[in-house]
């Protein structure tokens, strides 16, 4: 299955596909459905510093094609996760992600720090969250600070930084510029839109949290926009996400400029999503006329 | 937990907008379920509806291999569901959540507290509770005359109250007023309903041993994604209905 | 239907449904289909100050639960829409919404001046077109621009004017405030966000513009957030849109904060769909507790 | 025009990725239809497509009160039509676009030039010159064996020439080999198919007067949203596919 390699930093993929942070946990409750070493990579679950109980619910309301998540970063900890959730994923053969988040720019440090420790392949910083009051989407709309988080976990860090991108943002290339001339190794993106539903009989917004991020197939075509205008700007590579549910999105987001694909609400529809786009990529790939996943990145620009 | 591609045996609407939905399951999958388990349901074959929705196992035949799921059309998605006939594709997680507790329970005789779709589990752990001799006591709550189904049902298996909000059959009143009029008890409860019935059934019946099965919006149904916890009673942890429960013990989470 | 009434500046509206930009042209086709008299009010398709004949084709694509357009602001330009559409309008018993366009600020005042000599009630300020080179969107991410448009059109205008804001910003309500500080008697949003989708044989943009503007159900959740954000800091009324296809979303956008609401894209679902939400709001008012439209403007806040 | 919603009388598999659906109208709507207006049709009933889908008219039957389509799976859309049963409702608007412009024909023989996809709508058109007492011959490309559909049908309206791009069946060569080869002309001629076909066709025929029906992707369909244009040969100014069109007489536009 060579055609589906793709060589990134500190990632060698056997195949670009990855379950998006969040959306898998640590990858234990998806190991009943299948092998978890056929994944190209995992994204975890943010981490914080300490443990975070997260919003009150409900925390995810349906929207058409999309649905919007306030989990708030529940998460047990840095160390516990360190300790107790990264050892389950040693033993199957794929490179981990470690995903980063903090509502102060020391500790986004102190966890990147932490995960010296551990054996992640790399970083993905979490500078877009929507769903929490403090920490997250600030850090992501504003490209100074974003470059000055992405400096600081790039000097804690031992392993390659990827920086996930706020799509709730005027100018995404200027945030992505910034980070790249930061220091960042890759960028991640998109996050999720911030949305809001009003549940009628309430009379108030259905999340406890108010508002929520929006996933799902409704937002893929401002994923491939603003993942299209990101790759004509910058020289580092691009994990995709925003609605993937098959291997022609996969495709789509490779044409638009990704390198890899992560894939988050679509697991929640079919478990085995993930499982099922790297059966079919091949052939989709030999469908569209492209020999490999290298081939057939950027290939949808105008001078490509 | 597996992912299960299958297809409607049969479809009825027993009450106000509520449907009895049997499905076909192999036995070597049934063996594996337990009473208070749930099932979470693909709603249509597009994107639409990117949510899965749980729906409890009210019953289990091995004889014909089939399930049964009794549901309210409560938004789009239930409308959907409600839509479905005969030989109709259908996509399932299967077995979803812990259960009742059947293997450890010492008692003689146990109270089932329903609430509207929250009856529909009982029956099948009633029927797996006569099966290792306990005594069975069913007290079942809907809305009014026209919301009430499986009586008769739960009649099989032991006493049967039923009341409504509006008195329009049965006892008027709550499930709770049931309970005092009719001085009952048990050794056991175990309860499934709106969580303000819960939380009245948790008082009323504070020293008796109970279960209660609890209700919360979910993403993912298996444990992956954090949308469907609750606090444990400290405030200082949570467990995920999901895959913790839905069933918990009384008093264990804040309801 | 005195329930369904609404009285915002320059428009008694007698129900608070309109179609909305660009999506029923001048209102002649969807005339086969139902007396437009039925109907609150009607905005109509961008004017310009000369003729203009927008993108290549394709212009639209189907997406998730929603679309993208890349129409392009064609348009017979503003005297022809006076001399040849708009009167067409006046045999029906509604106030019409001018849409004005332009690439520079003279052509923005230039278009609402000419406009003086029209019957319309009130003019809808579109700064956030998507899909074209020059003129729309940038006018519409910038606080200060956005506020000095809004200033010249108001003098140059004898109607009321409501700016259409663009949900492709950080910070909407910064742009709402600014808007509002300069005139604007009311608001209308959200336009498109931006978005592409990537046609997998041909390996390229689909739309011939590249991007194009995201609508339909896929977007509410996003409509939905920047309406209840800017109700909170603004006192001027807003037309919302984004996503509507029932009366049930309609009464999500009067919770939110909308005082009327426009339908655009699902006209192309179901050309009937106005009509019908206009027969239905009475009951669905009367299901969750409302007494009248006005009644339920703004409920879904926390201090309503 | 109307939004007519009606059902599937029946729907077959009649070549390659090809289905003929027969649909109930009655018979007053059908009598206000003209040969080369098309319908517009929804897709599925929930928001997943927004977007209806424009296709041709190919004939009507006033006796069984029926309207028959021909199409092709293309992408998810046409693929979820494939799906469609017997009985099933489907919502359409109808009759769109112009149609071929019946009543100024002043000719004695005329040529159907279809490709693919293209080809239905000239079967309806077929069936009302002759009735008209015009002489039809009709010249029908496909991409290869599996994908011709009709040929019989055309054959009860005159003379009948297909060719395949990869001569698996027929002529081998395209529509245009046909028309030299066999030295075939007509006072006008009507034509259907994928741009560069009618291109082709427009050039070789270009002393004929002849009719076009074109294709462009639809928002509304019935000429309110500006996204099917066409430029008109001056490149001044632009038409309307869904209501100017579809068909346009050679050369009136860009192709
Ligand atoms: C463990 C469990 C078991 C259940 N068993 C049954 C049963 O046996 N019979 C029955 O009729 N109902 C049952 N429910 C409730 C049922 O899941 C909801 O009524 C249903 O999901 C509503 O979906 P909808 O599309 O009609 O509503 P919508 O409001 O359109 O749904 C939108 C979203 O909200 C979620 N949602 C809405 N209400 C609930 C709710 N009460 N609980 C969880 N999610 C909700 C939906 O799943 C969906 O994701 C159960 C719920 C849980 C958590
Ligand atoms: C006036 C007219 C008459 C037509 N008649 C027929 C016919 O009789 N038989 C037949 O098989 N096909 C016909 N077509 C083409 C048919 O409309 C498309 O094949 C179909 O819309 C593709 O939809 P899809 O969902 O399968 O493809 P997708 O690519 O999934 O569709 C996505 C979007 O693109 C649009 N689209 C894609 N291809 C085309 C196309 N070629 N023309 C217009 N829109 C397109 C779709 O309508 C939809 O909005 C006709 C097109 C037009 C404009
Ligand atoms: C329930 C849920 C939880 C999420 N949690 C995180 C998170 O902890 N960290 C993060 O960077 N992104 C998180 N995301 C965002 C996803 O990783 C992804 O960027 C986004 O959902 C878009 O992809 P999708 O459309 O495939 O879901 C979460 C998304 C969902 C739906
Ligand atoms: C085909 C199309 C054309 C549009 N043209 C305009 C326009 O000319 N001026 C404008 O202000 N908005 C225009 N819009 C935006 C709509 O008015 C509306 O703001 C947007 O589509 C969101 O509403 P919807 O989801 O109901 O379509 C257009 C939208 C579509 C789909
Ligand atoms: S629904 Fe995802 S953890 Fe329970
Ligand atoms: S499809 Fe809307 S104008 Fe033709």
Known sequence: MSLLKVELPGLALKNPIMPASGCFSF???????????????????????????????????????????????????????????????AGFDLPVIANVAGSTIEEYEQVATALRRSDIAAIELNISCPNVKEGGVQFGTDPEVAAEVTRRVKQAANVPVYVKLSPNVTDIVAIAKAVEQAGADGLTMINTLTGMTIDLNKRRPLLSNGVGGLSGPAIKPVAIRMIYQVYEAVNIPIIGMGGVRDAEDVLEF????????AVGTANFEN?????????????VLNKYGFDSVTDAIGKGHIDA | MKKLETHVVSIENIAKATFKLVIHVQADMLNTIKPGQFVHIKVGEGTEHMLRRPISICDISNTNETMTLIFKVFGKGTDQLAKLTEGHAIDLLIPCGNGYPMDDIEAEHVLLIGGGIGVPPLYYLGKQLIKKGIKVTSILGFQSAADVFYEDDFQTLGDVFVATNDGTYGIHGFVTDVINEQSLFGDYYFSCGPTPMLQAVETKLKDTTGYLSLEERMGCGIGACYACVVKTTDGESTKKVCQDGPVFKANEVQL
Chains 1, 3 share one sequence.
């Not at chain 1, 085995?272 to 091949?282: F, G, K, R, T």
Request: proline share 6%; aromatic share 6%.
């Open chain 1, 27 to 89: 990858g234990k409750e998806y190991s009943q459905f299948y092998d978890l070493s056929k994944l190209g990579s995992i994204m975890v679950k943010a981490a914080t510093l300490h443990k975070r109980l997260g919003n009150d619910t409900p925390r995810v309301a349906e929207t058409k094609s999309g649905m919007l998540n306030a989990i708030g970063l529940q998460n047990p900890g840095v160390e516990t996760i360190i300790n107790e959730e990264l050892p389950f994923l």
């Open chain 1, 254 to 261: 490779l044409l638009a400029g990704a390198s890899a694909v």
């Open chain 1, 271 to 283: 478990p085995l999503v993930c499982s099922e786009i790297i059966d079919d990529l091949p052939f």
